[in-house]
């Protein structure tokens, strides 16, 4: 026995350096850039997981008719231009002579195309192009937006709406998006062919991930790499290790705890500022009894005393403190206070542990009940932990929580459509329109199929039509003051519905060498064309 | 001639306590500084390990009595220590004190218990292959040389994967120590049965076996009343050895989080959880753990070495 450890032990060893060799070895002309997220790129489709860190991958493969800049602003891209000649008409004016990786020429078509793969079923992106948006092609290089009513801000999530290629799909098999839940991947999960600023030459899902410089871009690139290569690193201490030994140059997220041992490091600093992400949780409010509870028959999360109780029980003020050694800002929304003007108007009801165990016993449970909880844990920034101070939390009034932290494959395949199984969850949201309608919509909106993807991301149903309506007449307001009340009157129905259970804005924290120079947006993206490095 | 004596006059009653104390391993056992050192050692985990929900501080496994407030506190002969985390605090303030106590107790169960399946299952198979032989043998004796090849955490990994992809990745607090003994006791049994089954070999041919099989007795009843207590020195020697071997792998699954819920946490779990930690400053979360899981394996391993020596009759 001793002596096949040994074995493995030493062929571990053996094996681990031989991988160290292969990273190391070929990249000594090429000014290569090496960086280590958490998690995986999940998959190269871009339509089918609106995951923050996976979007940004994919925006330096493909380009976006609008993208936006580094303060956020909507600028140019494939769109060189575009204009509303009447309100419920937009007339784009795309690129000429862009060409996707494959060679082909990039057309009206390709924009027709993604339209409609975008909004096709299966996809996680659904709302990023208006579901009533007719599109007309007028020339090859002209295409018309039609739509039913005036829309605002129907241009807001174009930057993270990427434009595949047509002919390239077709002959691919890949004209459907890929479910994130798929057990299968599909060929444009594993492939791409976009119009970036850089080729995917090689994708091993979970293990790395490598990026070259298209030498045939349109643009002018601010970057000046030659080649990026991904790697998942899960384990804390060992990608804190990889970054200040040198080996990777980026690194996301650094832990809260080493965030001092990387700047003294010499080699690497952290790159920390506000996210716009908000990590809360939520529950299921439409299954008539939850799947994994002790009480049968009825679902407890439906009495809204319940669920009033869950929102007291927990200390947010505390998990922002200890947890996230106070690199949280606790929120009253779920949205963050810089992405709506109002925001400072909300204020997060207090924690009151004897109120929640006196609810709960009004609501009929006063020795509590026991139920299943669904939590990433290489997701957000201590995710884990955070469920984990949740569990003792509620334990304390009397709530047995079931946890089951799994990796964000896993979990996001179990909780996301079409099996939305889960009694009670915890998830980061960052708005990709960074607007309060995308709140009122995607994640707070009924999931009754009223409009296509409404409720996308409502994993625990928390339906009041109320909000659909306001959401409604928020994405056809034009007026500022009049749509800001709108919205207020929509975070305040949620809030007093004690529908959701928002607990902080997490800080980013990014660990970056010191040879290397980039821009970090707050919406936590990793931008490839704006990252240089010291050859 | 012994015999006879024995036969007219029967020997004075005495104690078993009293017999043990004139036996040869008492002896041997008196002799070795290390084996006495060894069994103090594991005395005083089991002694621990029972006495847990007594002397621990805090249940560490009740969600309800973790303050969050208390995390990550430096054991008590720090300036920050806080009264009664005597070696500090994990990051959801479970006292690792207490978690080890807790954690010594999980290991000592799940290593027994593996013993005790793997045993039987060893034992068991062994018997059969050598007294019937034949195809029987050889079928079970394949199977074990098959397994052989894989190292045992591999086949404990296997086991605990397909289960839990059966039973789902949510299950209680028991069913999972049941798993861990489960996947545990289906690597280990190999050693057993060969050990077993080359005892039995020697042993069948042997006259009292012959005798039995005379007077008609049926060969479960050979089996287990008169062949299973001559071949049962060597099996003591690897139980305890395997014991050491169990607990190994216990928290080696647990480190590699397929063992134990993180809200029971073993030894491994908790080395696990404190890795983390380890190059940020934190390092009682990790060492506590280590060191006893390292003393407990250590001791019994030293003991199961002792063993060996003084059961073997070469070495006499």
């Known amino acids: ?535 | 001639m012994k015999a006879s004596t024995q036969d007219i006059l029967p020997a004075p009653k005495r104690s078993a306590l009293a017999r043990f104390r004139d036996s040869d391993l008492y002896a041997s056992f008196r002799r070795s500084k290390l084996a006495m050192g060894a069994f103090a050692v594991t005395l005083l985990f089991f002694l621990l390990a029972v006495a847990a929900p007594w002397i621990s501080p805090q249940n560490p496994y009740d969600p309800a009595q973790l303050e969050l407030m208390n995390s990550s506190l430096p054991p008590l002969w720090y300036a920050d220590g806080v009264s009664p985390f005597a070696l500090g605090t994990d990051d959801q303030g479970r006292d690792v004190l207490s978690a080890v106590f807790y954690g010594l107790r999980l290991s000592l169960v799940v290593g027994l218990l593996g013993v005790v399946v793997s045993g039987f299952l060893g034992i068991l198979l062994g018997l059969v292959a050598g007294y019937f032989g034949g195809v029987i043998d050889t079928l079970i004796m394949r199977v074990a040389d098959v397994q052989l090849t894989f190292p045992a955490i591999l086949i404990a990994l296997v086991v605990d994967g397909v289960a839990k992809a059966a039973l789902g990745s949510q299950m209680d607090a028991n069913a999972a120590i049941g798993l861990i003994v489960l996947s545990i006791g289906l690597s280990f049994w190999v050693q057993y049965a060969r050990t077993v089954r080359s005892s039995v070999l020697v042993e069948k041919n042997k006259d009292y076996v012959q005798a039995g099989r005379l007077i008609g007795l049926s060969s479960p009843v050979i089996m287990v009343r008169h062949v299973l207590p001559n071949v049962l020195g060597p099996v003591f020697v690897i139980a305890t050895i395997n014991l050491a071997l169990a607990i190994i792998t216990e928290a080696t699954l647990s480190f590699l989080g397929t063992g134990l819920p993180d809200s029971m946490p073993s030894l491994g779990t908790l080395i696990r959880t404190g890795n983390r930690f380890l190059f940020s400053g934190e390092w009682w979360i990790v060492a506590f753990p280590g060191l006893a899981l390292a003393g407990l394996v250590l001791a019994i391993n030293l003991l199961g070495d002792w063993l060996r020596d003084a059961l073997n009759p070469r070495l006499q």
């Open chain 1, 1 to 535: 026995m001793l002596n096949s450890t040994l074995k493995a032990f030493v062929s571990a060893t053996a094996l681990a350096g031989f991988l160290g060799l292969a990273v190391t070895g070929p990249a000594q002309a090429a000014n290569v850039f090496r960086f280590a997220f958490q998690g995986d790129i999940k998959s190269l489709d871009p339509y089918s997981l609106k995951e923050s860190f996976t979007i940004g991958m994919h925006g330096a493969v493909f380009d976006s008719l609008t993208t936006r800049d580094k303060d956020l602003n909507i600028v140019p891209m494939l769109a060189e231009s575009w204009e509303t000649p009447e309100p419920t008409r937009w007339r784009f004016h795309l690129r000429k002579g862009v060409k996707f990786h494959d060679g082909s020429d990039f057309t009206a078509d390709d924009v027709i195309f993604s339209a409609n793969r975008v909004r096709a079923p299966g996809s996680n992106f659904t709302t990023n192009v208006p579901a009533d948006a007719t599109w007309v092609k007028v020339d090859d290089h002209t295409v018309d937006m039609v739509l039913k009513t005036p829309n605002p801000i129907a241009l807001y999530q174009f930057s993270t709406w990427y434009i595949m290629s047509k002919s390239w799909a077709e002959k691919n098999g890949a004209v459907a998006p890929t479910l994130p839940s798929a057990t299968s991947t599909s060929y444009a999960a594993l492939h791409e062919n976009g119009t970036g600023p850089f080729i995917i030459s090689e994708h091993q899902p979970g293990v790395r991930t490598v990026f070259k410089k298209n030498p045939n871009y349109w643009g002018k690139v601010e970057s000046n790499l030659d080649e990026a290569i991904f790697t998942t690193i899960q384990n804390d201490a060992t990608r804190v290790a990889a970054l200040i030994s040198g080996e990777v140059d980026w690194i996301d997220p650094v832990p809260l705890q080493d965030a001092q041992r990387v700047n003294s490091s010499g080699t690497a600093t952290v790159m920390a500022g506000p996210e716009l992400r908000t990590i809360f949780l939520g529950m299921d409010q439409s299954r008539d009894e939850l799947k994994d509870s002790n009480v049968k028959g009825k679902n407890p999360f439906k009495d809204v005393r319940v669920r009033e109780a869950f929102y007291r029980a927990i200390d947010e003020e505390t998990i922002a403190k200890r947890v996230m050694r106070g690199q949280a800002v606790p929120s009253a929304l779920l949205i963050a206070p810089v992405l709506y003007p109002r925001a400072s108007e909300f204020k997060r009801p207090d924690y009151d542990p004897k109120r929640a165990k006196a609810l709960l016993a009004e609501a009929g449970y006063p020795d509590g009940f026991s139920l299943g909880m669904d939590c990433p844990n290489d997701r957000y920034v201590n995710d884990e932990a955070i469920c984990q101070a949740v569990v003792s939390m509620l334990a304390r009034v009397g709530v047995k929580v079931n946890l089951n932290a799994q990796p964000k494959a896993k979990y996001f395949a179990k909780v996301l459509a079409p099996a939305y199984d889960t009694s009670f969850y915890l998830v980061g949201w960052t708005p990709s329109s960074q607007d309060s309608h995308n709140i009122l919509f995607e994640i707070a909106g009924c999931r009754n199929g009223s409009k296509p993807g409404r409720g996308n991301w409502n994993l625990g149903n928390y339906c009041n039509p109320k909000v659909d309506a306001l959401a409604d007449s928020v994405e056809a307001e034009t007026d500022q003051t009049k749509r800001n009340a709108e919205i207020k009157e929509g975070f305040e129905t949620i809030q007093t519905d004690w529908g959701f259970i928002p607990l902080h804005q997490q800080a980013l924290a990014w660990g970056v060498s010191k040879k290397v120079t980039l821009t970090q947006r707050p919406d936590n993206m990793l931008m490839l064309y704006w990252v240089s490095k010291q050859p």
